[in-house]
């Protein structure tokens, strides 16, 4: 009887995270134990061992594992818990982005004050929602300095790339959203190797560990093929900004042409960085906008993709152009906003390109749902309490806006 008794408490004491993501190959189970074995776990009835997918290290002392999911399975669970499988037909989509506590140098955030960081918060609200998928627009890692002595804000808070990192900034507070939809997971800048990326590549990479280096570099675009979208990711993280650099540009170039022929029908491409996009303006001066994507993309985008959705700014954002995708930035779950207030974005010219209609809106917490329309998709952006704040019919590469 003790020994039971004993087993089961061991049993109870584990801590594990499991969610479902979109990887190159289609669905793949992940989980995050604090055990040396993956969780138990079935598919239709059936068990299935899942795989190492990342053994303990001396910054990770977690056992992440990976489990494929047939695109047809019924069912599935991970220690007794199910899975959010895939509905039958995609209508609502939920997007967050830059959601991580901010704590480097002298930027610091309380994040141990929901109101300062309220990304737990807005993950509840998301779940509450049930939305058929989730996307994440990147940047989940932020605290990468110590908090200064004296502030309480962020006292006890850890920091670096290492597990208690990642858990407290984003597997603690989202675990109830993990468990509620489908997961696509787009790579910020945040989770280059010099930041967050140990911490990347193993649990939330799209692609295969590699254990020689302990951070993947940076990926290939893949493609989320659902009924009637398809979801383009690419992996800008480490793109330059400031200036053009030639050898990136020729690689980004590359890859969005390709998407002429792995895609058919209407396509959103997912990425970090916006392109024509500036976070606001500092002495009259639009800033934040990226000259190598810029470059990349000019007569590179195929005319299926309509829509180009980032995070990167910490704001709301739609911006109308001529001949190009729609650009949407919902990069506010988070980290600290951007600076400035409500604008209208007509007529701004960001690397050569001029906005035609828009919204422009910073200093708020929250998240943005797609919804399907008849005629296109209707997204909303909410605040952290899940209040509209605006709204836009997105079709094909226009969308038509009003604040709530």
């Known amino acids: ?38 969780p138990a ?6 068990g299935k061992a899942m795989t190492i997918r990342a053994a303990p290290g001396t910054q990770y002392p977690v056992t992440m594992c990976a489990l494929p999911i047939a695109a047809d399975a019924r069912s599935a669970t991970i220690a007794g818990v199910p899975l ?4 039958a037909e995609l209508k ?9 506590c901010r704590l480097k140098g002298q930027a610091v955030q309380a994040c141990n004050d929901p109101q300062q960081w309220p990304f737990r918060l807005i993950a509840d609200v998301v779940a509450q929602q049930k939305p058929d998928l989730v996307i994440h627009v990147g940047d989940y890692h932020y605290r990468e300095t110590p908090c200064p002595a004296g502030e309480a804000g962020c006292a006890g808070s850890p920091y670096g790339d290492n597990w208690p990192v990642w858990r407290a900034d984003f597997f603690a507070p989202a675990d109830t959203l993990l468990k509620v939809s489908p997961w696509v997971f787009v790579r910020g800048n945040h989770e ?3 930041r967050g990326g140990q911490g990347w590549s193993r649990a939330l990479e799209p692609y295969a560990f590699d254990v020689a280096k302990g951070c993947n570099g940076i990926g290939k675009p893949f493609i989320v093929r659902l009924r009637g979208l398809s979801l383009a990711v690419i992996d800008v993280a480490t793109a330059r900004e400031e ?7 020729q690689l980004y170039r590359e890859q969005y042409r390709s998407l002429a022929e792995a895609t058919a029908g209407p396509t959103w491409i997912l990425q970090h960085r916006p392109i024509w996009s500036p976070g606001g303006t500092f002495s009259g ?4 906008d990226s000259k190598t994507l810029a470059v990349a993309a000019s007569g590179a985008i195929p005319d299926s993709v309509t829509l180009i959705l980032s995070g990167h700014h910490h704001l709301f954002q739609v911006l109308n152009y001529q001949n190009l995708p729609v650009q949407i930035v919902s990069g506010n779950s988070g980290d600290i ?5 409500v604008t209208d974005p007509a007529g701004w010219t960001v690397n050569g390109v001029t906005v035609q209609s828009g919204m422009h809106m910073p200093g708020s917490f929250g998240f943005s749902m797609f919804e399907k329309q008849n005629d296109g998709w209707q997204v909303t952006n909410y605040t952290r309490l899940g209040i509209p704040r605006a709204s836009c019919l997105v079709k094909d590469r226009t969308a038509a806006c009003a604040p709530k």
């Open 1 to 38: 009887m003790c020994i039971a008794l004993v087993a089961t408490a061991s049993a109870a004491s584990a801590e594990t995270y499991h969610w479902l993501q979109y990887a190159p190959d289609g669905l793949e189970a992940r989980a995050v134990t604090d055990q040396a074995a993956c």
């Open 41 to 46: 776990a079935e598919v239709d009835g059936v």
């Open 84 to 87: 959010a499988l895939p509905r």
């Open 92 to 100: 609502r989509i939920a997007v967050i982005g830059d959601t991580g």
């Open 192 to 194: 280059d190797c010099e």
């Open 243 to 249: 200036r053009v650099d030639e050898a990136q540009a």
């Open 285 to 288: 001066k639009l800033i934040g």
């Open 337 to 341: 906003l951007n600076p400035g207030t």
